[in-house]
């Protein structure tokens, strides 16, 4: 008897457990919206430019170079939530006339949030037609990806754009 | 590796911009990961995939570990005229697949 008790008992902190984790997974997906609205809520800022992990910054760097990007050119249709780390699926791609005289060389895409920022480089030709590639990513948790695209004439384009990822993608 | 996936229009015209999607089963293992004993899986992915068409390279993609396990990619090309796509995947270590397509051109 005392065994069947002391199993109701354990049975029902489980329970308990469990309720407190659906509320805060229910709080986790409405509350930073309900803040993102209210702009005299602090929110917690993804990744803020100024102190940002040395590991993405040098590969960004190492990509450029001595170049300055300017914005624009780049569009980046990736989600806005993803729920599955895992796969991001993404789909970018960069204005161009894709001529001989004037086309994207590459396109480079880094992570700022995983533990290797190396996504992929993406090369591209006249013959391409469009600069334009599809894939999918893991990212690890919420974080901003960066495009930087290369042209044929040495100039670099940078557009980051911000996914909040629910579950991880690195095993966490 | 396991034998690739490509996905090419049934047929094109010569100067249409046509999209060629692609998909090969790959683990694409970051060496990030520990086993059960704590020892890091080494890592082993298909770092390179290379697109020609007659011979003449198109696109090529320099993957990392941020890409997704079975690897799917899609890209474009203008039409030159008819002819022949060779797919080449490269994975850690230099083993590669390569799938050959013919492509249509009416």
Sequence with gaps: MASRMKLD???LARREVLLGAGGVVLLSTFLPRAFAEDKSVPVATPLPMSTPPAAWQDAIKAILGEATPLPGKI???VP???ENGNTVPFNISVESPMSEAEYVKALHIVSTGNPLPQIGAFEFSPQSGKAQVSS????GKTQEIVALAQM???KFYMTKRTVKVTIGGCGG | MQKPRVKLPDSATVGEVIEIKTIIS???????RKDLDGKIIPRNIINK????FNGKPVFTANLGTGISANPYIAFTMKVPGPGVFEFTWTEDG???TTEKQTLNVA
Aim: cysteine-free; aromatic content about 4%; glycine content about 10%.
């Design chain 1, 75 to 77: 569009a980046m249709d």
């Design chain 1, 80 to 82: 806005e939530i993803a």
């Design chain 2, 49 to 52: 995939f290379v697109a020609a």
């Design chain 1, 136 to 139: 999918r990513m893991r990212l």
């Design chain 2, 94 to 96: 230099g083993a590669s």
């Design chain 2, 26 to 32: 790959h683990n694409m293992e970051t060496g990030q």
């Design chain 1, 9 to 11: 008992r354990k049975a």
């Design chain 1, 152 to 154: 044929s004439d040495g």
